[in-house]
């Protein structure tokens, strides 16, 4: 069984950082690739960003460039520095697994958290 456990969530003016964190538990080998997603009131979830287990990553459009993912091994915590924030970034922010599914934005992994709300004011 593997746990999720999503932090660093919070409300920030547009242009301001934020440092979002999750923590794995659980066999490793099923967290080799981990995503970033996110949800807004009324869409549809989409990736943000991916990471695989030699730390290569991919960024959707709309955040390439802003944001940056990055896994510690030692831990097996993923994290996502947003940087640059919009508005339009408000969103519940999801961390995800998966033993095989990677650099994938699409929403295939089979582990997911329970979510922090991210919330950017203009």
């Known amino acids: 069984q593997v746990q999720l456990m999503e932090s660093g969530g919070g409300s920030v003016q547009a242009g301001g950082s934020l440092r979002l964190s999750c923590a794995t538990s659980?066999?490793?080998?099923?967290?080799?690739?981990m995503g970033w997603f996110r949800q807004a009131p009324g869409k549809e979830r989409e990736g943000v960003a991916a990471?695989?287990?030699?730390?290569?990553?991919s960024y959707s459009d709309s955040v390439k460039g802003r944001f940056t993912a990055s896994k510690d091994h030692a831990s097996n915590t993923l994290y996502l520095q947003m940087n640059s924030l919009k508005p339009e970034d408000t969103a519940m922010y999801y961390c995800?697994?998966?033993?095989?599914?990677?650099?994938?934005?699409?929403?295939?992994?089979?582990?997911w958290g329970q979510g922090t709300q991210v919330t950017v004011s203009s």
């Open positions: 995800a697994a998966d033993p095989g599914t990677c650099l994938d934005l699409r929403p295939l992994y089979n582990y």
């Open positions: 659980g066999y490793p080998w099923h967290t080799n690739c």
């Open positions: 990471v695989d287990r030699d730390g290569i990553t």
